[in-house]
């Protein structure tokens, strides 16, 4: 008895909900004048999220006007309304679009992106739904999804009786917490989250200072009508057989001295470990040493470039560039950071426990000279900001120590101009890029130890300037938007 009571519930659930989004559709001319400024600021934030030309899901899509804005390669819309698919077929006829309830949705289809917004409050069960959504995942799909808060509740209510919102049944009022929770027990995992929308009216000039500024702010946040949460599945290990080719990009300037080391410390790693030496301009024969140091050791596979650009960054880019491997390694030469640590590096890429690996220094002790006193002062302040600009934990922004796929690199070389090409450094023009790609960014703490051989290669007032102004330009692409 208890289970027929449950499936009659169940089913009294799913025509009241069907019944008044059928209406809401009917009556659609009416209700698309309620929350344009809302709506309109909601398709700004996905299109930062997802960029254009991927494939895209959206479970409960309605008429499909967010679907259609983010102008996806593939773009399927799901919704349990007959009324809003034909809205929706109507409307956007270049996608593609589905009346089926999410739980009875089939397709052998996986996706770049699942998009579902302002339903999960309407959902009779989330769990079920996020482990149903496993069949259509892969390795670089993202769920991306917002709910209301719940402090919006009574204004909610209220807005619905006065006729101002679309009418609505009892919801699931939904905290990130629960998110998160829900997310794991059906195989995701939480990337990262973040609140949106402080005023939700249509007011000129109101409308860019309370949703974009305001709203990111410490102070009123929290007053957000919105959580934004993007997710991923949990853990893609890489089967032994897949082993892959690791490209290790070692940038030297006035390194000479540590080439040596540098070929019987950096380790084989997976199908074999390509070592790609990049100079920028050395005045202490540092190139002349590893063309030496190459020949012999014929047994490693080891290539030599000259830079013709300036900086860590440009060397990278071309190390990258001339890479082979699908596995892509950074190790600074002045061997502050143990090559045996790559090791490391590759067991957590490879384990799928993140997409990006990024060195960190500040939690073991260091050598005495290994960090000036106000050099470690900016790296912890910066660790801080980018913490809040990219939404995720980032302890250390400077390690020279990181490690990502090569395929995920190219998405981020392909999208550079979001940032900008003025990283000189490259750490930054990585991190930017992950975050925007979503690409989930892990910490691996290491010892950093002091250099033996020649001097640091880092004005650190200098620099610091540079990264102050770089961090306020990606505020407004990351943040301020």
């Known amino acids: 008895m208890p289970e027929i009571v449950f499936q009659q519930s169940k089913q009294r659930f799913m025509e009241e909900h069907i019944a008044l989004w059928n209406r809401v559709g009917h009556d659609y001319t009416r209700w698309s004048k309620t929350g344009v400024a809302y709506h309109r600021r909601l398709q700004q934030v996905y299109r930062v999220i997802i960029p254009e030309g991927q494939s895209v899901l959206e479970i ?37 679009f ?62 619905s009786w ?67 949460v993007v997710a991923r599945k949990r853990g893609y290990p890489l089967p032994e057989s897949e082993a892959p080719l690791v490209s290790v990009i070692i940038p030297t300037r006035n390194e000479a001295g540590n080439i040596a080391e540098l070929l019987a410390r950096t380790p084989e790693l997976g199908r074999g470990s390509e070592i790609i030496f990049v100079d920028g301009h050395s005045t202490d024969g540092t190139p002349e040493v590893i063309q030496r140091e ?4 014929p047994e490693r596979n080891c290539a030599f470039y000259t830079q013709t650009g300036k900086g860590k960054g440009d060397a990278v880019r071309l190390g990258y560039a001339r890479a082979h491997g699908e596995m892509l ?33 500040l939690v073991y002790p260091m050598e005495k000279e290994a960090m000036r006193f106000f050099n470690l002062l900016g790296n912890k302040f910066f660790s801080n900001l980018f913490t809040w600009l990219l939404g995720q934990p980032v302890k ?20 550079r101009s979001v940032f900008g090409d003025f990283d000189p450094f490259g750490d930054f023009d990585l991190l930017f890029g992950a975050a925007r790609l979503n690409l989930k960014i892990v910490d691996l703490p290491i010892r950093y130890h002091e250099r033996t051989y020649g001097s640091t290669n880092i004005s650190r007032w200098q620099n610091g300037w540079m990264l102050l102004r770089m961090s306020a330009f990606a505020s407004g692409r990351l943040r301020f938007f």
């Open 60 to 96: 409960g899509c309605g008429r499909g006007d967010l679907l259609a804005a983010l102008h996806p390669r593939r773009g399927v819309g799901v919704d349990f309304s007959s009324e809003m698919i034909t809205l929706a077929r109507q409307a956007h006829p270049e996608l593609t």
């Open 98 to 159: 589905i009346e089926s309830d999410a739980v009875d949705f089939e397709s052998t289809e996986t996706f770049d992106f699942i998009v579902l917004s302002d339903l999960l409050n309407d959902v009779w069960d989330v769990q079920v739904l996020f482990e149903l959504l496993n069949r259509y995942c892969g390795p670089h799909t993202r769920l991306v999804m917002n709910v209301y808060s719940r402090l919006w509740e009574p204004a909610i209510e209220v807005a």
């Open 162 to 228: 006065l006729g101002l919102a679309k009418p609505h049944l009892q919801q699931n009022w939904l905290t990130v917490s629960d998110l998160a929770n829900l997310l794991e027990l059906a195989g995701f995992e939480k990337i990262r989250s973040w609140r949106e929308f402080l005023f939700p009216l249509r007011i000129p000039l109101l409308n860019g200072l309370f949703n974009r500024f305001l709203a990111k702010t410490w102070l009123f946040s929290w007053l957000d009508l919105a959580n934004f």
């Open 294 to 297: 190459m020949a012999a050791h």
């Open 329 to 361: 390694m950074i190790l600074d030469a002045d061997i502050s950071v143990p090559p045996e640590d790559l090791q490391r590096f590759y067991n957590a890429l490879v384990s799928g426990v993140g997409d990006f690996i990024n060195g960190v220094r």
């Open 396 to 415: 250390d922004t400077l390690c020279g120590t990181k490690v990502l796929w090569k395929r995920d690199y190219d998405r981020i070389a392909a999208n």
